[in-house]
T-cell receptor, first 114, second 114 residues
Framework: GNSVTQMEGPVTLSEEAFLTINCTYTATGYPSLFWYVQYPGEGLQLLLKATKADDKGSNKGFEATYRKETTSFHLEKGSVQVSDSAVYFCALLLSSGSARQLTFGSGTQLTVLP | NAGVTQTPKFQVLKTGQSMTLQCAQDMNHEYMSWYRQDPGMGLRLIHYSVGAGITDQGEVPNGYNVSRSTTEDFPLRLLSAAPSQTSVYFC?????????????FGSGTRLTVV
């Protein structure tokens, strides 16, 4: 089956520190990969995406590269801010089949301290 | 421009009670889904629909019913609430023709079953 494994949290960093959240996946086929962010009390928002191998998704200073050889999609940011404190979810979506539903990782709680 | 609207935002039920969680969207999206979010488990798919009159089960369908009589609405029914159904529930929608498979999430319903 399809699955997503994220590094366990919580992660606590100081402002301006470098962030990496690891994500690996297992899929039958060629998935699209996503990072979603959930701020306190809100629903999920799409942060970035990559639809094929070697694609790099980027948004708001966050980046992730689709690595087919290592089945990974690690999230990185060079300098985090307090406002980045949230829960981050890695997810995959297969391109075949009519349903095309998202499969999520367990989420990683990030807290950035001033 | 409401997007995806979920009601209620909070609900407390007694074991054995039934209720309906509402999800409405104004984007004319064909795909609608219900997820539950539990600590350490990410989001798990309950039921989904690819269009009016068409529904199917996801990963954790037991104890829940859905119907899709219109494009706009996708209610989730709890038939006889159990404490194991205490969770945060999210509705998500997507256009079938979306090139980027971007899902839009509602802000969630926090349900407690006592």
């Amino acid at each position: 089956g399809n699955s997503v494994t994220q590094m366990e949290g919580p992660v606590t960093l100081s402002e301006e520190a470098f962030l990496t959240i690891n994500c690996t996946y297992t899929a039958t086929g060629y998935p699209s990969l996503f990072w979603y962010v959930q701020y306190p009390g809100e629903g999920l928002q799409l942060l970035l995406k990559a639809t094929k191998a070697d694609d790099k998704g980027s948004n708001k200073g966050f980046e992730a590269t689709y690595r087919k050889e290592t089945t990974s999609f690690h999230l990185e940011k060079g300098s985090v801010q307090v406002s980045d404190s949230a829960v981050y979810f890695c997810a995959l979506l297969l391109s075949s089949g009519s349903a095309r539903q998202l499969t999520f990782g367990s989420g990683t709680q990030l807290t950035v301290l001033p | 421009n409401a997007g995806v609207t979920q009601t209620p935002k909070f609900q407390v039920l007694k074991t054995g009670q039934s209720m309906t969680l509402q999800c409405a969207q104004d984007m004319n999206h064909e795909y609608m889904s219900w997820y539950r979010q539990d600590p350490g488990m990410g989001l798990r798919l309950i039921h989904y629909s690819v269009g009016a009159g068409i529904t199917d089960q996801g990963e954790v369908p037991n104890g829940y019913n859905v119907s899709r009589s219109t494009t706009e609405d996708f209610p989730l029914r709890l038939l006889s609430a159990a404490p194991s159904q205490t969770s945060v529930y999210f509705c998500a929608t997507r256009s079938r023709d979306s090139k980027f498979y971007g899902y839009t999430f509602g802000s969630g319903t926090r349900l407690t079953v006592v």
